[in-house]
């Protein structure tokens, strides 16, 4: 054998394998990119020209927020020793000596009902530091993910508060409960990369957030056109590809179940773009680049809780699934619910993440295969409903955790909002809301005029025919506001 492989001495210990290691921190790349800047460039283009700057700037606040919560104390509520069944102590993971160790997740060893180990401690071949990285750059786009439903009229102020609340008080009891030895991962539910602890806790959160928060102004919501398509584009590929490392790190290793999850990963997202396509032609005559963009989403959310437990033909399914039932929930139940009309869930983060990653957990509940479920899962001889045994009871927990998280998110994201509300408000003041970025953060992100000059309303004057929207002077400093421009 190579010495590269035998070669031992203190950055390189016996139990390192270096090729899990360097996957594991490219996965982790991966998904931080997903976030900064794929999630930052996607905000800023999906949204009206006026609220470019502050949607960009909520998700980059959030993924360095996340960061330095994560490692004060977060990662440890998440991963580290039990407090409760549904959370861990929180500690610092800091110090060297947790760092350099061998990663492990203390409360992952899974026992028999006669007390014999049926699963051993999970115990991934490299240092603590690339797990704690890992799981930072997931908590992070949870955030990222959930700030999608408040764009476009959430206090600033209120959401730098509101972050790190969340992250400790609602993101760690789930990642606890599901992936870091808590009562539902020792029960033997399947959440493979975050169809639950991610997606469908930002759904829900994001929606009830927006609930409390409050709507934007009428002309936002009637008119919201993004202001740079093909740059959305970028951001969604960003999105897309960063997957990979999004699920394909899940096993902790670069194996077999890794290259089952990246596969299965991009057949679902290709089949959901296409169906979501081709309902879009049916029904309005013409595809859509944001309902493309959206239907992959809704693929990559899928396949999330179970990408590296169902087959690919089931990937396909799974697909079609996701490019149909988000899509009716969108375009038409949406239209006839009064609280769906109700709520002013900025980018539809409910249809795209809590639609989506309920329908996953519950598909992965029918569809996960036995062989795939052994090479990876704690709990010995799970399988789907589909394939017999006791996959009825697989179904039943999917449905249980699913409630769980749905209640969890609701209760604490209310609580927290409801806690910031009485120090700072939840919503811009309507002064705020007319201008857009120029009042909240004194920057803009086009300049319309040549050399970077600014429109000043003294000079040019309020009217003009290339614009189809008019809006009120500015209190803080000249410039163009928030219009629309008429290509």
Same mark, same amino acid.
């Given at each position: /054998?190579?010495?590269? &492989?035998?070669?031992?001495? @203190?950055?390189?210990?016996?139990?390192?394998?270096?090729? *899990?290691?360097?996957?594991?921190?490219?996965?982790?790349t991966l998904v931080g990119i997903q976030s900064m800047p794929g999630l930052?460039?996607? &905000?800023?283009?999906?949204v009206k020209k006026k609220w470019a700057v502050n949607s960009a700037f909520m998700a980059l606040y959030a993924f360095a927020a996340v960061l330095i919560c994560w490692v004060l104390v977060g990662y440890r509520m998440a991963f580290g020793d039990q407090l409760l069944p549904l959370w861990g102590k929180g500690a610092p993971s800091l110090g060297q000596k947790f760092l350099i160790h061998q990663a492990k997740v203390?409360?992952?060893?899974?026992?028999? *009902?006669?007390?014999?180990?049926?699963? @051993?401690? $999970?115990? @991934?071949?490299?240092? /603590?530091?690339?797990?704690?990285?890992?799981?930072?750059?997931?908590?992070?786009?949870?955030?990222?993910?959930?700030a999608g439903s408040v764009l476009g009229r959430m206090n600033i102020k209120a959401w730098m508060a509101f972050v790190p609340l969340w992250l400790l008080f609602s993101y760690t009891v789930g990642?606890?409960? #599901?992936?870091?030895?808590?009562?539902?991962?020792?029960?033997? $539910?399947? *959440? &493979?990369?975050?169809?639950?602890?991610?997606?469908?806790?930002?759904?829900?959160?994001?929606?009830?957030a927006a609930y409390w928060v409050g709507p934007r102004l009428k002309s936002d919501r009637e008119r919201f056109p993004p202001n740079n398509v093909l740059l959305m584009l970028a951001g969604a590929g960003l999105l897309w590809m960063g997957w990979s490392g999004f699920n394909g790190g899940a096993p902790y290793a670069a194996?077999?179940?890794?290259?089952?999850?990246?596969?299965? %990963?991009?057949?679902?997202?290709a089949t959901s773009l296409l169906v979501w396509t081709s309902l879009d032609v049916v029904f309005f005559g013409k595809p859509s680049v944001i309902?493309?963009?959206?239907? /992959? /989403?809704?693929?990559?959310?899928?396949?999330?809780?179970?990408?590296?437990?169902?087959q690919s033909w089931a990937a396909i399914v799974m697909g079609i699934v996701s490019g149909s039932v988000p899509w009716v929930s969108m375009m038409v139940l949406h239209k006839k619910s009064s609280l769906l009309q109700k709520v002013d869930d900025t980018l539809g983060v409910f249809h795209t993440h809590?639609?989506?990653?309920?329908?996953?957990?519950?598909? %992965?509940?029918?569809?996960?295969?036995?062989? #795939?479920?052994?090479?990876?899962?704690? $709990?010995?001889?799970?399988?789907?409903?589909?394939?017999?045994?006791?996959?009825?009871?697989?179904? $039943?927990?999917?449905?249980?955790?699913?409630?769980?998280v749905i209640g969890w998110n609701i209760v604490s994201t209310t609580t927290i909002l409801l806690g910031i509300r009485l120090f700072i408000p939840l919503r811009m003041p309507d002064d705020q809301l007319m201008i857009g970025d120029d009042a909240v953060h004194g920057e803009e992100a086009y300049a319309l005029w040549g050399d970077g000059e600014k429109y000043d309303p003294t000079r040019h004057g309020w009217h003009s025919s290339s614009y189809n929207e008019e809006i009120a002077p500015s209190p803080y400093i000249n410039g163009a506001r928030g219009v629309t421009i008429n290509l």
């Open positions: /054998m190579s010495e590269a &492989y035998t070669h031992i001495s @203190p950055a390189v210990p016996p139990w390192l394998n270096k090729g *899990d290691n360097a996957w594991q921190l490219t996965a982790a930052v460039i996607l &905000y800023a283009s999906i203390p409360k992952s060893t899974h026992y028999y *009902d006669n007390g014999q180990v049926e699963s @051993p401690t $999970v115990e @991934p071949f490299y240092p /603590m530091a690339s797990l704690v990285y890992f799981q930072f750059t997931f908590a992070a786009i949870t955030l990222i993910l959930l990642a606890f409960s #599901l992936w870091g030895g808590g009562f539902l991962y020792h029960w033997g $539910v399947i *959440d &493979y990369s975050g169809g639950y602890v991610i997606h469908l806790s930002s759904g829900i959160a994001g929606f009830t194996n077999i179940n890794a290259s089952i999850a990246v596969l299965n %990963t991009n057949i679902c997202a309902g493309a963009v959206q239907g /992959m /989403m809704t693929g990559l959310v899928c396949i999330t809780p179970g990408a590296g437990l169902v809590a639609v989506a990653g309920l329908l996953g957990g519950l598909l %992965t509940g029918l569809l996960a295969e036995p062989a #795939l479920c052994r090479l990876i899962l704690p $709990v010995g001889n799970s399988r789907g409903a589909f394939y017999g045994g006791n996959g009825g009871i697989q179904f $039943v927990k999917q449905v249980v955790a699913a409630l769980f």
